[in-house]
């Protein structure tokens, strides 16, 4: 492991938990924790939360995809913003996944795989409305939920991998939060974070067929599903969500791009996970509106 993998655990972890300190699990939510969706007993768990004034509904899907450079982060960590989605009527499935360097790229994207296909194999046990499943996921989970929407969209891209995705699925439509999109090596020689991540996420540590399977926004086709797609002022990776913004037009793709600034309160990389921010309530509202406005009868 590199020593910038070994401080992105250290120190984003330090944050996480500063930002989440002293809250617990709202009255209005119900969980079920711990939930197995793949042979590994420490990595493939996932959480799904429902609210709980609506129970015996079928009811709208949410999985979210962690963040945390492809190296950090599980459920846990996560689990107080896919609450307060559940608070917003919709079953919000959360998942922690295989992390490099201990398991590498594409380990994390056969995960979310997996979750997908779970959520379909226990729509009656969970109360699912399988015709309205959608999907966020921020920074390394954003490039990660990108890879998986690019499976189900683009047949050319799903061949290059051993595992498929669910026959005939699509996510209703997604939330790419301050995701990282750009992930060209060659384009970014000199920055020391994102080239140590990338060695330690890629078996090859950057082979040109790697760098061509992990920059999704090549992979886009006119099939793929409406974007929420937003950043903020402080987020490193504006540039990014830019660039799709581009390519989402190229292709027709309808989607909604929002960046928001607040005068009051810094609004950096992710700040949309921390659920006391006034700007978060009001950037998580709008995603869960945009997907409310796309749901299927």
């Not at 009255?27 to 079920?32: G, I, P, T, Y």
């Not at 990595?43 to 609506?54: E, G, I």
């Not at 109360?127 to 989970?141: E, H, I, Q």
């Not at 990338?198 to 040109?208: I, T, V, W």
Request: glycine content about 6%; proline content about 5%.
């Amino acid at each position: 492991m590199s020593e910038m993998s070994e401080w992105v655990r250290t120190n984003f972890r330090k944050g996480d938990e500063e930002r989440d300190r002293g809250l617990t699990t709202p009255a209005d939510v119900v969980r079920v924790d711990d939930i197995p969706y793949g042979p590994d007993q420490r990595w493939q768990l996932l959480d799904v939360y429902r609210p709980a004034d609506r129970e015996g509904e079928k009811l709208p899907v949410i999985v979210s995809v962690h963040g945390g450079g492809w190296v950090y982060g599980d459920k846990e960590l996560y689990q107080f913003y896919c609450m307060s989605l559940a608070q917003r009527g919709f079953a919000t499935v959360n998942f922690s996944y295989r992390l490099a360097p201990e398991v590498k790229f594409p380990a994390s994207l056969e995960d979310t795989n997996a979750v997908f296909t779970w959520v379909l194999g226990h729509a009656e046990e969970y109360g699912f409305d399988t015709k309205n499943v959608f999907a966020v996921g921020d920074s390394a989970g954003g490039h990660n939920l990108m890879m998986f929407t690019a499976l189900c969209t683009n047949p050319d891209y799903a061949r290059a991998f051993s595992f498929a995705p669910p026959a005939g699925f699509v996510p209703r439509a997604i939330g790419l939060n301050c995701a990282a999109l750009l992930l060209v090596m060659s384009d970014r020689p000199e920055d020391v974070f994102f080239t140590s991540l990338m060695k330690d996420y890629l078996p090859e540590q950057g082979s040109e067929e790697e760098q061509r399977l992990i920059h999704t926004i090549d992979h886009v086709t006119e099939a793929f599903p409406p974007v929420f797609l937003m950043t903020a002022e402080e987020d490193m990776l504006k540039a990014d969500a830019m660039a799709l913004s581009q390519k989402l037009m190229e292709k027709n793709i309808p989607f909604l791009f929002r960046y928001y600034r607040d005068e009051k309160e810094k609004l950096g990389h992710v700040f949309h996970l921390n659920v006391r921010s006034k700007t978060a309530k009001l950037c998580n509202d709008e995603e869960c509106r945009f997907f409310e406005d796309l749901l299927a009868k």
